[in-house]
């Protein structure tokens, strides 16, 4: 079985510029969550989404956002990118009460 | 705000020495998990822990939760270098998790 995917592995940005970032989690799984790991740090939350509806918000800008699709595919968002954004992306997947499943990471730099 | 602390941020261990790894937090909560992450990668689950008392085991490695401590503990056994990652804790909060600090182990040969 295929665990919960990213897409792109690595990505440079440079300061104002906008960054999509793609989840695809286990078959199966309805929920979707988004975790923001800067280096040396454990993540730290940003979104939650179920049944494509918003569940949590971290405390993170508007500049973040994102949505969740009819295949409980995902994507985040960050809009005019900072410094401070570069870090390690996290998806993960779980079914609606249970053990959450991490993708391997998006690892953003921004310049 | 739920907060999660771990103890200790750093540990360099011989190898087949033994070492406790601690996990305080702030509220209540039934359910907490460990996770490994080696560097650049993401996080690997190890522990899935649902109730008071419970305890589980895989390999040289024991994790406990006593939810009115509010205490989770990991526990190795006979440390080898195939161990040296960095470990987190994590609590289930109101649809997200919150994880620890993360303690960083490095065993020695």
């Known amino acids: 079985d295929a665990g919960v995917t990213q897409s792109p592995t690595h990505l440079i940005k440079t300061r104002g510029q906008h960054v999509t970032l793609r989840c695809s989690p286990i078959?199966?799984?309805?929920?979707v969550s988004w975790y923001q790991q800067v280096l040396g740090q454990g993540p730290q939350f940003i979104f939650q989404?179920?049944?494509?509806?918003?569940?949590g918000r971290g405390n993170f800008p508007d500049r973040f956002s994102a949505r969740q699709f009819p295949n409980y595919s995902s994507e985040l968002n960050v809009n005019a990118l900072l410094l401070g954004d570069s870090a390690l992306y996290l998806c993960?997947?779980?079914?609606?009460?249970?053990?959450?499943?991490f993708g391997p990471g998006t690892r953003l730099t921004v310049l | 705000e739920l907060k999660v602390e771990q103890n200790p941020l750093f540990l360099s261990m011989q190898e087949g020495k033994n070492y406790t790894i601690y996990c305080n937090y702030s509220?209540?909560?039934?359910?907490l998990y460990w996770y490994r992450q080696d560097p650049g990668k993401s996080l690997e689950s190890l522990f899935v822990?649902?109730?008071?008392?419970a305890v589980k085991q895989e390999g040289r490695l024991m994790a406990s939760l006593d939810t009115k401590a509010r205490l989770s503990t990991l526990h190795i056994t006979a440390a080898v270098h195939d161990l040296s990652a960095t470990y987190f804790c994590?609590?289930?909060?109101?649809?997200?998790?919150?994880f620890g600090t993360g303690t960083r182990l490095k065993v020695l040969a």
């Open positions: 993960a997947s779980s079914l609606r009460a249970g053990a959450t499943f």
């Open positions: 078959s199966g799984h309805k929920s």
């Open positions: 989404y179920y049944e494509k509806e918003e569940r």
């Open positions: 509220t209540t909560s039934d359910r």
């Open positions: 822990l649902l109730s008071n008392g």
């Open positions: 994590a609590v289930e909060g109101t649809y997200k998790y919150i």
